[in-house]
């Protein structure tokens, strides 16, 4: 979009909800609440000194990389909506509400101290997904697509893991394997001290729901 920009000097509405691309891109921010225009001004000055109360709860719900909060700030900690939909808004800086929800690192260290002392809820161990990708002129198969090659990890009761990599990395395939909705070619996955890469099917559907997918727009 860049070079298509500069080649033809094009003039470009980026529409995103996704303020890191905005961060990146744009020149100018416009900022909309309810049909309405709210902000506006160049992204430097949006970004780091937002006027409206709508504005600031954007930029707060961003999970800073330099400090871990005990829950991320909402629209909501910066702004009400009264019955007449006027704004109530907040005198709170984005700093000021951020800083209330930080957890200290020594809470941190003792929050992780009790979580890695119990027993994992969840352990995949060597786990493979191979599907084949070539055959002999009998069958057999000469050659396979390695989705997922030897992946060991460990989930613990009250921990978010984060599985993370580029399209085609195997991230899907992997979920997927874990909550036997796609074939293993090899490895364990142990869920509360069984091993549910060998149960049955019957087993498996009393565990259908202890283990799902949310996905992130489940309307989709």
């Known amino acids: ?46 970004f780091t000194n937002p006027k409206h109360p709508y504005t600031k709860g954007l930029l707060a719900c961003r999970p800073p990389l330099n400090r871990r909060l ?3 700030p909402v629209i ?13 808004e907040s005198a709170a800086s984005v700093e000021t509400v951020i800083k209330l929800m930080e957890e200290p690192l020594s ?10 002392a119990t027993e994992p809820i969840l352990k995949v161990e060597n786990l493979k997904v191979y599907y ?13 697509v390695k989705a997922v090659d030897d992946v060991s990890l460990e989930v613990y009761p009250g921990e978010t893991l984060g599985l993370v990599g580029e399209s085609g990395c195997g991230k899907t ?20 001290g069984k091993d549910i890469a060998s149960l049955s099917q019957k087993d498996m ?8 997918i949310i996905f992130q727009d489940p309307y989709s």
């Open 1 to 46: 979009m860049n070079e298509l920009q500069t080649k033809h000097n094009m003039g470009i509405i980026f529409i995103t909800h996704d303020l890191g691309v905005i961060a990146e891109v744009a020149d100018k921010v416009v900022v909309m609440y309810k049909g309405q225009i709210v902000e506006q001004g160049s992204v430097l000055d949006i």
């Open 70 to 72: 005990k829950k991320l």
């Open 76 to 88: 909501a900690d910066f702004m009400k909506v009264d019955e007449n939909d006027n704004v109530i």
């Open 107 to 116: 809470e941190r260290q003792e929050r992780y101290k009790k979580l890695y």
């Open 132 to 144: 084949p990708s070539a055959r002999s002129l009998f069958g057999k198969v000469t050659n396979w």
């Open 173 to 192: 395939t992997l979920g997927k394997a874990i909550l036997r909705l796609q074939d293993i070619y090899s490895g364990k996955v142990i869920y509360k």
């Open 205 to 212: 559907r009393s565990l259908r729901k202890k283990m799902q």
